[in-house]
């Protein structure tokens, strides 16, 4: 404890309630659906038979149905509790993700994809939820960015390991996934509702009205479209990191799963510092802007990287401002909502960024598939990564400076 209290702070003593160890143990599994497959992409395109603008779609199959699912999710976590959620969603998680070492058919895996797609949106979003549910204030704060830490501490071990199975045999890597079944017993059998969450609570877990009150809310709205932003960069980086690596600078599948790796870990180091932050500065506006600007020139330095160094330093500059902007908007997300709709408002949350994380891998690999014939296809990567910086960065700081205005004015 002593080693963690100095690294998260006094409020560090969260990890002493039991429920949240709990939930510490979902987040290790959480991460995987996309850290996992990131550094496989480039050695699947031959095991599948597709291109590599395509290769992009086992990513937006797995975050495509979080953008319907995760809003539905919440709210039925409100009204029936987390438990029977959670529960569900990583053994669904676990089983698909372990069958994609049974089949080479492209649509079959998008399929299985897709269904564990669908129990990750059972996972993440109700683990944010019941972290609110437990903590108020500053340790809200720094539990959220304990459990992101534990998120991290998983996000650089299993790329690293993926990375190295995919080059013992393609369908090895997969058989991680099945570390969601376990898991799920254990959430199951151990995981007790928050005291905080009574019955009551969930009488009102499906009045839509008062949900879309909530919505029309300016600094609520401007909160949820600045949570798309580190999605974006995030899935930029794992979405073409393994193509930079291996195609373009003439690294390894496991050098490209080590980069996800330190990425994670320095994202899981900036993720822990929130509580610090969120009781350093009056608002959250400062470290929200240092962190995306952090996101956008360390994926902007990994699209001009000239050797695999710079790639290294690049990951560990978006991976420390991707680690402090989503456990910000995730935490300001959950202190912001009501206590009977934080499920609904923090599942909304997770669905726009799942809505960035999608429309990512397709529209660049869209915008790569059309400009490769003319400008070759390391210059279409390096140029899309570089648009896709701009866009997102532009995005981030409007809503930053707006929602921090609107929080300003309510005062």
């Known amino acids: 404890m002593g080693f963690v209290s100095r690294l998260a702070g006094d409020d560090a003593d969260v990890l002493a309630d039991p429920r949240f160890r709990v939930i510490l143990l979902g987040s290790v599994v959480s991460p995987m659906g996309a850290s996992l497959v990131s550094p496989l992409l480039d050695s699947l395109v031959s095991v599948y038979g597709v291109s590599e603008a395509r290769i992009g779609l086992v990513m937006a199959a797995f975050t495509a149905p979080a953008i319907v699912a995760i809003p539905l999710v919440g709210l039925v976590s409100d009204r029936y509790g987390r438990k029977p959620v959670l529960t569900a969603g990583l053994a669904t998680f676990g089983a698909a993700g372990a069958a994609l070492a049974l089949t080479t058919d492209f649509r079959s895996v998008l399929a299985l994809r897709l269904v564990q797609g669908i129990g990750f949106t059972g996972i993440a979003p109700v683990l944010i939820a019941a972290t609110g549910d437990l903590f108020t204030g500053d340790r809200e704060a720094t539990a959220q960015g304990l459990r992101f830490t534990t998120v991290g501490l998983s996000l650089a071990v299993f790329p690293l390991l993926a990375g190295l199975l995919v080059t013992l045999a393609w369908q090895y890597p997969f058989a991680l996934f099945a570390l969601g079944l376990p898991a799920a017993a254990v959430v199951h059998r151990r995981f007790e509702e928050p005291a905080t969450r009574s019955a009551?609570?969930?009488?009102?877990?499906?009045?839509?009205?008062?949900?879309?009150?909530?919505?029309?809310?300016?600094?609520?709205?401007?909160?949820?479209?600045?949570?798309?932003?580190?999605?974006?960069?995030?899935?930029?980086?794992?979405?073409?990191?393994?193509?930079?690596?291996?195609?373009?600078?003439?690294?390894?599948?496991?050098?490209?799963?080590?980069?996800?790796?330190?990425?994670?870990?320095?994202s899981s180091i900036g993720g822990s510092q929130v509580g610090r932050l969120t009781a350093a500065f009056e608002t959250r506006r400062v470290p929200l802007l240092v962190g995306t600007a952090a996101s956008g020139f360390g994926l902007g330095a990994i699209a001009l990287a000239p050797s695999l160094p710079?790639?290294?330093?690049?990951?560990?500059?978006?991976?420390?401002?991707?680690?402090?902007?989503?456990?910000l908007y995730r935490s300001t997300i959950s202190t912001l909502a009501p206590g009977d709709l934080r499920g609904s408002l923090v599942s909304l949350g997770e669905s726009t960024g799942r809505v960035g994380s999608t429309l990512t891998p397709v529209a660049m690999g869209a915008i790569v598939a059309v400009t490769t014939p003319r400008y070759g296809f390391e210059t279409a990567v390096r140029g899309t990564l570089l648009g896709v910086v701009g866009v997102a960065m532009g995005t981030g700081v409007v809503a930053i400076v707006l929602a921090d205005r609107y929080?300003?004015?309510?005062?």
């Open 200 to 266: 009551d609570d969930g009488a009102t877990g499906l009045d839509w009205r008062r949900l879309t009150a909530v919505l029309r809310r300016p600094r609520i709205a401007l909160v949820l479209l600045g949570r798309a932003v580190p999605s974006v960069l995030w899935f930029g980086f794992l979405t073409y990191n393994s193509i930079i690596v291996v195609r373009f600078l003439g690294g390894t599948p496991g050098a490209a799963g080590a980069l996800v790796g330190v990425a994670s870990v320095a």
């Open 310 to 327: 710079v790639v290294g330093v690049g990951a560990v500059v978006v991976g420390a401002g991707f680690g402090v902007v989503l456990t």
């Open 407 to 411: 929080a300003t004015l309510a005062d």
